[in-house]
């Protein structure tokens, strides 16, 4: 009867251990899965991280498995998980792509041209990089040291007519408010005009994310 219970453990034990080494497997190969992988190799991440989207055309079709250096370490490696009924070839361009004024980035891929030999999985990719995307990133985190402080005079503003306070609340009127919220307004275009392909961000949504400090 031992005999029997030890067999059947080890049959038991034995099928974990496949099924681990088959999901293992098929996590790291795309195996079994509708997804493919692929290196793109980059000259600049900025803002970019394991799990960022990556995008075709604003569509997203998958996501950044790890990031690296190349072997030679001259590059940075990007090794992305990207939908195999997605259309990618030779002629396909991988960029980096800010996406929002906290810094964070994704992976966009262009279709490429029907001229290009279709991609498999395990191939890589030649990565372009802006020669201005560090500092997308910097004039991003000026915007939104600019944009904080007009916050601020607006909300001191608001908080002294609220209160009425005596003289102070005399010299307050609605001119100075309308200067105030010009300010904000001009410092955030200011800022994003100087920003080259920037995502569009509303910065009506960046208002209303400043306004709820005043409640």
Same mark, same amino acid.
């Given at each position: 009867?031992k005999?029997?219970?030890? /067999?059947?453990?080890?049959?038991?034990?034995?099928?974990?251990? %496949?099924?681990m080494?088959?999901?293992?497997?098929?996590?790291?190969?795309s195996?079994?899965s509708?997804?493919? #992988? $692929?290196?793109?190799?980059?000259?600049?991440?900025?803002?970019? !991280?394991e799990?960022?989207l990556? +995008?075709?055309e604003?569509?997203r079709?998958? *996501?950044?498995?790890?990031?690296?250096?190349s072997?030679?370490g001259?590059?940075? &490696?990007?090794?992305?998980?990207?939908?195999?009924d997605?259309? $990618?070839?030779? *002629?396909t361009?991988?960029?980096?792509?800010?996406s929002?004024?906290?810094g964070t980035?994704?992976? *966009?891929l262009? $279709?490429?041209?029907? @001229?290009?030999r279709?991609?498999?999985?395990?191939?890589?990719?030649?990565? +372009?990089t802006?020669?201005?995307f560090d500092?997308?990133? @910097?004039d991003?985190g000026?915007?939104?040291?600019?944009?904080? @402080? %007009? %916050?601020?005079?607006? *909300?001191?503003?608001?908080? &002294?007519?609220d +209160?009425g306070?005596?003289?102070v609340? &005399?010299i307050? #009127?609605? !001119?100075?408010?309308? !200067?105030a919220? /010009?300010?904000m307004?001009?410092?955030? #275009?200011?800022?994003?005009?100087?920003?080259?392909d920037?995502a569009?961000?509303s910065?009506?949504?960046?208002?209303?994310?400043?306004?709820?400090t005043?409640?």
């Amino acid at each position: 009867m031992k005999k029997r219970d030890l /067999q059947i453990g080890g049959f038991f034990l034995a099928g974990i251990l %496949a099924i681990m080494v088959v999901l293992e497997f098929a996590g790291s190969s795309s195996f079994l899965s509708g997804y493919r #992988n $692929l290196d793109v190799y980059f000259d600049s991440v900025s803002g970019l !991280e394991e799990g960022s989207l990556v +995008k075709m055309e604003g569509v997203r079709v998958g *996501n950044v498995r790890s990031i690296g250096f190349s072997s030679d370490g001259g590059r940075i &490696k990007v090794s992305v998980r990207v939908r195999k009924d997605i259309p $990618l070839n030779t *002629n396909t361009v991988a960029t980096v792509r800010l996406s929002s004024l906290l810094g964070t980035s994704y992976v *966009n891929l262009s $279709l490429g041209s029907p @001229q290009g030999r279709a991609l498999a999985s395990g191939e890589s990719l030649d990565g +372009k990089t802006p020669h201005d995307f560090d500092k997308i990133i @910097q004039d991003a985190g000026e915007f939104l040291d600019e944009a904080a @402080q %007009a %916050a601020t005079r607006l *909300n001191s503003i608001l908080t &002294k007519v609220d +209160k009425g306070e005596g003289s102070v609340g &005399k010299i307050i #009127n609605e !001119e100075d408010l309308y !200067e105030a919220a /010009q300010e904000m307004i001009f410092k955030a #275009n200011t800022s994003l005009d100087t920003i080259e392909d920037l995502a569009p961000v509303s910065f009506i949504a960046a208002v209303l994310g400043v306004a709820g400090t005043f409640y």
